[in-house]
């Protein structure tokens, strides 16, 4: 079970930030990883879902490479953006800082992705 950092927030099993409102079916905003439930246990696993074609293991691999979960190939893998760029400096200098997410999540939304 995904247990909640200090602010109630939990913690991707792909990135590892506590960036997830819910423990489940959530969204990682920095690393793209939809929290289907998927575990240490099963992470070499590839399910059908929404991470298809990738298992948590091969999805950790490419966010340490990419700063996304996606493999260089997939079509579904975000452009380089300037937003982008800043998002994954945001995380890497801050990265237990919730409500500065939210803050760089509400400037993305406004701008568009």
């Not at 905003?29 to 879902?49: F, P, T």
């Amino acid at each position: 079970m995904n247990r909640p950092s200090q602010d109630g927030f939990f913690f991707c099993p792909c990135c590892g930030l506590p960036t997830l409102e819910t423990d489940w079916f959530d969204t990682c905003m920095v690393c793209l990883w939809e929290d289907d439930g998927q575990s240490v246990a099963d992470a070499d696993q590839v399910n059908l879902g929404p991470n298809a074609p990738c298992s948590l293991t091969a999805a950790r691999a490419n966010y340490v490479e990419r700063g996304h979960m996606y493999a260089a190939d997939d079509r579904k893998a975000p452009p380089r953006s300037p937003l982008r760029d800043q998002l994954l400096a945001l995380a890497a200098a801050h990265p237990f800082d919730t409500g500065a997410y939210r803050i760089w999540l509400s400037d993305w939304q406004s701008v568009g992705r």
